[in-house]
């Protein structure tokens, strides 16, 4: 009979402590109607969410959360984002949405030849980053995101043009991490693979001279005879005479930091200058195609034609 009583009292125990869990799975309320966007960072450990979640009003017990989702399957591919979540949801619930990922990410694309101030602006509206205008501060005139050019000050050229997705409100560190591994996996390759062994530019400088190819020529092979220009001026210590960079007019050498963030093709053409006989150019406002003299005389008279000067 003492056997019996005992296998009874730990059936009445477990059935209490199966209730009791169940019972810090479920809602917190059903008629509450309030809600709020809880934001899951990329990296966030499961005692940080279950922690925020508590705080928040959402779930019973941090505990069962995580025995749940331990349970589940679900703790190691819960998604980072932003989740509108209500305290009407249960635990499973929640941990349900947090497998399926946010539905508010936002495509954005850099294009070839914008600035750091351009694609902070660009982030800052579509409300990738929120935007936070800086008085007095040398971008302020353009109401750019101040911590995201904080943070990539020193990035730009290496903000690689593509397309993204990415979480509303993201951190700058969120977003220049996935900017910069996709130029790790798309441009370094190139950077690396086509360089010539004595080649007297560094990937850097390679950077530099695209950006300015990417910002003065559209059409490929043009961006290949501009290139070989640019590093025969290089070559012959003469200025450059960007017009996308003006200082290249005032100064000898390459700018000092990129003007711009170049595609693949604009870095092909820095690394593969087409050699020729031309040392000046000009763009036909109409065509857009790249008009080509060899003599300071004869770039004179197509400044005249096609520029009116």
């Given amino acids: 009979m003492g056997k019996a009583i005992k296998i009874y009292f730990i059936l009445i125990t477990a059935s209490l402590i199966l209730g009791y869990f169940l019972y ?11 809600e709020e966007t809880l934001k899951i960072d990329q990296g966030q450990s499961v005692e940080e969410i279950a922690q925020s979640l508590k705080e928040a009003g959402f779930i019973r017990s941090q505990l069962a959360f995580k025995v749940y989702g331990f349970v589940s399957g679900a703790l190691r591919r819960l998604k980072p984002g932003d989740y509108n979540l209500k305290p009407s949801l249960s635990t499973p619930d929640i941990i349900a949405l947090l497998l399926a990922g946010p539905k508010n990410d936002i495509q954005v694309t850099i294009i070839e030849g914008e600035n750091l101030a351009e694609i902070d602006k660009k982030f800052s509206e579509l409300g990738i980053i929120s935007a936070k205008g800086i008085q007095n501060y040398k971008f302020a005139s353009l109401r750019v995101n101040y911590p995201f050019l904080e943070k990539a000050k020193f990035l730009e050229g290496f903000l690689f043009p593509d397309t993204y997705r990415f979480f509303n409100n993201s951190s700058p560190e969120e977003v220049i991490r996935k900017i910069l591994d996709n130029f790790q996996k798309k441009a370094w390759p190139l950077l690396k693979n086509s360089r010539v062994e004595d080649d007297s530019l560094t990937e850097y400088e390679i950077v530099i001279l695209a950006s300015l190819i990417e910002k003065e020529v559209p059409l490929h092979n043009d961006r290949l005879i501009v290139s070989g220009i640019l590093r025969k001026r290089l070559g012959i210590n003469m200025a450059l005479q960007v017009d996308a960079a003006p200082e290249t007019y005032k100064r000898y050498g390459l700018p000092l ?5 170049p595609g693949l093709n604009a870095i092909y053409a820095a690394l593969h200058p087409k050699v020729s006989d031309y040392l000046y150019y000009l763009s036909d406002p109409t065509t857009k195609k ?20």
């Fill in 257 to 261: 930091t990129p003007i711009a963030n």
């Fill in 290 to 309: 790249t008009i080509f003299s060899r003599t300071f005389e004869e770039h004179d008279e197509n400044r005249s034609r096609y520029l009116k000067k």
């Fill in 24 to 34: 810090l799975l479920t809602p917190l309320t059903s008629a509450s109607k309030r």
